[in-house]
């Protein structure tokens, strides 16, 4: 099967061989293994050893975001999101459960928030202490580049946290070079084409030291997780993770290495998002962001308003070519989503391009497809 989703992506068998193994991870190998990972972590966030560190939190990204958010907004304290999407939607949720007074910056799904719109947000509410940014909107598919908003969050004096989930690794991010920001998440089933299991966080050091008691939970509490790892170990846990999870992040980072790290990544996943985007259209979709703002993690297209549409059937037809993409969407308006990441190439979005064309002819509704 040829997953196109954002997450859980396809991966290599590499990857997924050594999830068969029994292992422990108190176990003084795996300790060493585990601990000679973080460093490696820190590297691709272009975060630098010694000043900062890689934090891993079992379980999923939202949890992470969350424990991101607890740990440096002080509880009570004013955070802006920046609300483009549907996953800025969530983290707006998350804030407010979480007891934090979110200030929402909205703008369409459509385009990267505007830098000015920022500014000026900033200057009307001067008692917001950070920001939170998406930087990829796994909705929608746009970027809001954090080297674009980073230096108006600094020069406002602001502190920036950088959910860059779905397109850690791909993206180019250096945490050295954003002084502003307190911390950047990923998980290990996006771009760095891992299994699901694990968030992750980088942040330096010092900002950690400053966050003591903030978060209000034991178990999303990035401080802890540090000052137990300073106490304990870098190959120490605090509860039992997902170790298979953490081996196979190892295989998917060497592989990573192997390909020519962040600038390869992203060129091929660039060149899966052409053929995607351009394929798409010649079959007559109308894409839901113009190609200008158009990222290289997720395509959205319109469905067809056609009397023979039907996206479950659409969907099921397309898994039984051997294609999977989601069967929901996650943009103001209903739209096919397939994502350009994961262990995949632009034969398969040539492929999976042939089965789109053929499930339209079977349904009846025709190339091209009327949006
Ligand atoms: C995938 C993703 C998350 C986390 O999703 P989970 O389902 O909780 O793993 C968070 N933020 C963004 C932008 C994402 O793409």
């Given at each position: 099967?040829?997953l196109l989703?954002p997450?859980p992506?396809?991966t290599?068998p590499?990857?997924r061989a050594?999830?068969?193994?029994?292992?422990?991870?108190?176990d003084?190998?795996f300790?060493a293994e585990?601990a000679?990972m973080r460093p490696r972590?820190v590297?691709i966030?272009?975060g630098?050893e010694?000043?900062d560190v890689?934090?891993?939190?079992?379980g999923?990204?939202?949890?992470?975001?969350?424990?991101a958010?607890?740990?440096?907004v002080?509880?009570?304290?004013?955070l802006l999101?920046?609300?483009?999407?549907n996953?800025?939607d969530?983290l707006v949720r998350l804030?407010?459960?979480?007891g934090?007074v979110v200030v929402?910056?909205?703008?369409?799904?459509?385009?990267p928030?505007?830098?000015e719109?920022l500014?000026?947000?900033l200057?009307?509410?001067?008692?917001?202490s950070?920001?939170a940014?998406?930087v990829s909107?796994?909705?929608?598919?746009i970027?809001n580049?954090?080297n674009?908003?980073g230096?108006?969050?600094?020069a406002?004096?602001?502190?920036?946290?950088?959910?860059?989930?779905?397109g850690?690794?791909?993206l180019?991010f250096?945490?050295s070079?954003?002084?502003e920001?307190?911390?950047?998440v990923f998980?290990?089933?996006?771009c760095?084409?891992?299994l699901?299991?694990?968030?992750?966080?980088v942040?330096p050091?010092?900002r950690?030291e400053?966050?003591?008691g903030?978060a209000?939970s034991?178990l999303?509490?990035?401080?802890?997780?540090?000052?137990?790892?300073?106490?304990?170990g870098w190959g120490?846990?605090?509860?039992t993770p997902?170790?298979?999870a953490?081996?196979?992040?190892?295989?998917?980072?060497d592989?990573?290495?192997a390909?020519?790290?962040?600038p390869?990544?992203l060129?091929?996943?660039a060149?899966n998002?052409d053929v995607?985007?351009?394929?798409?259209?010649?079959l007559?979709?109308t894409?839901y962001?113009?190609r200008?703002?158009q990222?290289?993690i997720?395509?959205?297209?319109?469905q067809?308003?056609h009397a023979?549409w039907d996206?479950?059937?659409?969907?099921?037809?397309?898994k039984?070519?051997?294609?999977?993409?989601s069967?929901f969407?996650?943009t103001?308006?209903p739209t096919?989503?397939?994502a350009?990441?994961g262990?995949?190439?632009?034969d398969?979005?040539?492929?999976?391009?042939?089965?789109?064309?053929?499930?339209?002819a079977?349904m009846?509704?025709g190339?091209p497809?009327?949006?």
């Open positions: 099967m040829l989703i997450g992506v396809q290599r590499e990857v050594v999830m068969g193994d029994d292992i422990a991870p108190w003084d190998e300790r585990y000679a972590i590297r966030a272009g630098t010694g000043v890689a934090l891993p939190l079992p999923c990204g939202h949890m992470i975001v969350e424990a958010v607890r740990t440096f002080p509880a009570g304290g004013k999101v920046v609300r483009n999407g996953y800025a969530r804030a407010t459960e979480a934090r929402p910056l909205a703008g369409p799904d459509t385009e928030m505007a830098p719109k500014a000026q947000a200057r009307e509410n001067p008692d917001v950070h920001v940014v998406i909107e796994t909705g929608s598919g970027v580049d954090p674009i908003l230096p108006v969050i600094h406002a004096g602001k502190r920036m946290i950088c959910d860059a989930v779905s850690f690794g791909a180019p250096s945490l070079e954003h002084p920001c307190d911390v950047v998980t290990s089933n996006k760095l084409e891992a699901p299991g694990f968030g992750f966080a942040a050091i010092a950690l400053a966050s003591a903030n209000g034991w999303l509490d990035l401080h802890d997780v540090y000052r137990h790892a300073v106490v304990n120490s846990f605090r509860f997902a170790v298979q953490l081996r196979a992040f190892r295989i998917a980072m592989l990573y290495d390909e020519g790290g962040q390869a990544r060129a091929r996943y060149r998002r995607l985007y351009d394929g798409l259209v010649a007559g979709f894409p962001v113009e200008r703002h990222g290289p997720i395509v959205n297209v319109h067809p308003r023979n996206f479950r059937r659409f969907i099921t037809l397309m039984q070519r051997g294609v999977l993409i069967n969407w996650n103001e308006t096919i989503r397939i350009c990441i262990a995949i190439t632009e398969d979005m040539r492929f999976a391009l042939r089965q789109i064309e053929a499930t339209l079977e009846g509704v190339v497809a009327a949006a």
